[in-house]
């Protein structure tokens, strides 16, 4: 069982989110471990991106609609400054400035990860002045801080993000 550890709506962006996509039905765990399997190669040009780094400097799994796929986008990489420039093979995304709920959550890895966006979304349908702006563009972020994974291996802490806006 996931536990929701922390909640805040944050002002977020503009960035550029850097690194590879790949596009498949969701739930697609297979087709999304593999890329990040072979991800060492973008974190590690992402890495030497140095003046275009922002204070988001975690590995992050960006996800986004595909209307003429009919296809969730998952891209593995990095929220960059939006002025960064694109390495020849990876792709990006606009992020423009908004609204974002961030949760952290831990539990079990497949617990954790299959809870987490439920998690958040109850946690922003919580809120007063706030509601979720899904778009075809951000649809939510996994976001993998550098200690994710507790030395026991078992337990671990994944942060999500979910685009918002405030309520009219």
Avoid at 48 to 55: I, R, S
Avoid at 83 to 89: F, L, N, T
Avoid at 92 to 101: G, K, L, R, Y
Wanted: proline residues 5%; charged residues 25%.
């Amino acid at each position: 069982m996931a536990k929701l550890e922390k909640f805040e709506i944050v002002e977020f962006g503009p960035f550029k989110f850097i690194g590879k996509t790949v596009y498949a039905a969701p739930g697609s765990g297979e087709i999304f471990g593999e890329l990040w399997g072979n991800s060492k190669k973008i974190f590690a040009i992402l890495d030497e991106m140095l003046d275009y780094q922002t204070d988001e400097t975690c590995n992050v799994a960006y996800m986004n609609w595909n209307t003429q796929k009919n296809q969730l986008g998952y891209t593995v990489g990095r929220f960059m400054r939006a002025d960064a420039p694109v390495p020849d093979g990876l792709d990006s995304i606009d992020i423009p400035h908004q609204f974002v709920a961030k949760s952290l959550v831990s539990g079990e890895f497949d617990d954790m990860i299959s809870q987490a966006p439920g998690l958040t979304e109850a946690a922003i349908k919580d809120q007063t002045a706030y509601e979720i702006a899904w778009s075809e563009a951000f649809v939510g972020a996994e976001v993998y801080p550098k200690e994710n994974v507790a030395a026991s291996g078992v337990n671990s802490v994944l942060a999500y993000y979910i685009p918002c806006r405030k309520k009219d």
